[in-house]
Each structure stands twice: as C-alpha cells, then as structure tokens.
C-alpha cells in the first residue's frame, strides 16, 4: 500500500528566506508526483507536476525534485512571502490504480512578515 | 469561466439522514473524483468514474453511493450508515490522457457538519 509522509507538518519562516518542503514516498512503481496549495477552507491548486522519468520541475519561485529510487520529493520556495501561507500538499499518482491520487497530510506553511 | 463548482457550501445532516453533494464539471473531463478530508490530514478518495454509468470505489466508500448519469455531474450521496460524516468534501475532475501528464483539478469543496 502506497503511503505518503511530508515534512514538517508546520513551517513558519521570515519573509524572504527560501526554504525546503520534505515528501517521500513508499513505493516507486508511481506514474508522477504532483505538488498541491490549499488556501484555509478552500479547494486544491495544482503547483506543479513531476513526470515518474523527470527529475524536477520549475515554475517561478518554486522548483520541485524528484527522486523516485529513494522515494523523495522536495519543494523548494524561494524568496518567500506572506502570500505563500497556505498548506502544501503532495501526491503520487499510483501505477495500476486508475490514476488515484495518494496525498500526504501536508506542510502548513505560515511567512510572517 | 471553465471550473468546478460544488454546492452548497456548507451542509447540515441530521442523524438518520442521507444528503446529497453536488458536483459540476464545464471542462469536458471524462474522469471525475470524490475525497474527504479530515482537519490536519491529507485527501481520501471515497469514488471515482473514468466514464458516464460507470463508477468505482475507492479506499473509504462504505456509507456512501455516487451516481454519473452525466459527464458533467458526479453527485455524492452520504447516507445515514455513514457514522462519522463530519470533514470537507472535494470533488475533481482530469483528462484521461496519458497517465504521467494528467493532473486533477478541484472544486471549492462543500463542509458537511453534523448536527
């Protein structure tokens, strides 16, 4: 059974500091992972997607990794805001199951300014 | 605008009720998603539908039933075998394409509150 763990549940930062959003995984049989934002009592925004052949993606300030062979992702935020506070959520797309989503439980990300 | 839209908002249930969450779809996506989330955890699917008539269960579909009699629309339906129905609902909808591309794209999901 695929499970997903992020890391840390919790993040406060400054604003303006970079900083990194753990995911791993335990099985590599995926065909992607995706990165998700969640605004309080709000619907899912698709940040970015990892194709299972791709090492990483890019989108503005945000650059995603993936290392399917240990079972990790990273989501890099740079020069971070207070508009950047929100929840974020990975998920890995399983291989097998008709495309069904896996999430995490997410990393709650508070930028103070 | 091309979206998801969920209604209502926000639903009350009383014991012994079943309610139903409504789901629209205006993008053409041929795959539609129910999951419930639970205060500090992730997404869990309950159903989903790759076709019209069609509908599979998914890890936590006990007390609920889902119809998908349109492409457009995918209702959820919590019935009152459901014993602990409080959470957020979201439903989502994707493009069946090719697996590694495809992304899901969400409604603004409905808080079911039980009273």
């Known amino acids: 059974k695929q499970e997903v763990t992020q890391i840390p549940a919790a993040l406060s930062v400054p604003e303006g500091e970079n900083l990194v959003l753990n995911c791993s995984f335990t099985?590599?049989?995926?065909?992607?992972l995706q990165w998700f934002r969640q605004d309080p009592g709000k619907g899912l925004t698709s940040l970015l997607l990892i194709q299972s052949s791709q090492r990483e993606q890019t989108s503005g300030r945000l650059n995603a990794s993936l290392d399917k062979s240990s079972g990790r992702s990273t989501l890099y935020i740079a020069a971070s805001q207070p508009g950047d506070s929100a929840t974020y959520l990975c998920a890995v797309s399983r291989v097998g199951s008709a495309r069904q989503l896996t999430f995490g439980s997410g990393t709650q990300l508070t930028v103070l300014p | 605008d091309g979206g998801i839209t969920q209604s209502p908002k926000y639903l009350f249930r009383k014991e012994g009720q079943n309610v139903t969450l409504s789901c629209e779809q205006n993008?053409?996506?041929?795959?539609m998603y129910w999951y419930r989330q639970d205060p500090g955890q992730g997404l869990r699917l309950i159903y989903y539908?790759?076709?019209?008539?069609?509908?599979q269960k998914g890890d936590i579909a006990e007390g609920y039933s889902v119809s998908r009699e349109k492409k457009e629309s995918f209702p959820l339906t919590v019935t009152s075998a459901q014993k602990n129905p409080t959470a957020f609902y979201l439903c989502a909808s994707s493009i069946l394409g090719t697996a590694d591309k495809e992304t899901q794209y969400f409604g603004p999901g409905t808080r079911l509150l039980v009273l």
């Open positions: 099985d590599s049989a995926i065909y992607n």
């Open positions: 993008l053409n996506h041929d795959a």
């Open positions: 539908s790759q076709i019209v008539n069609d509908f």
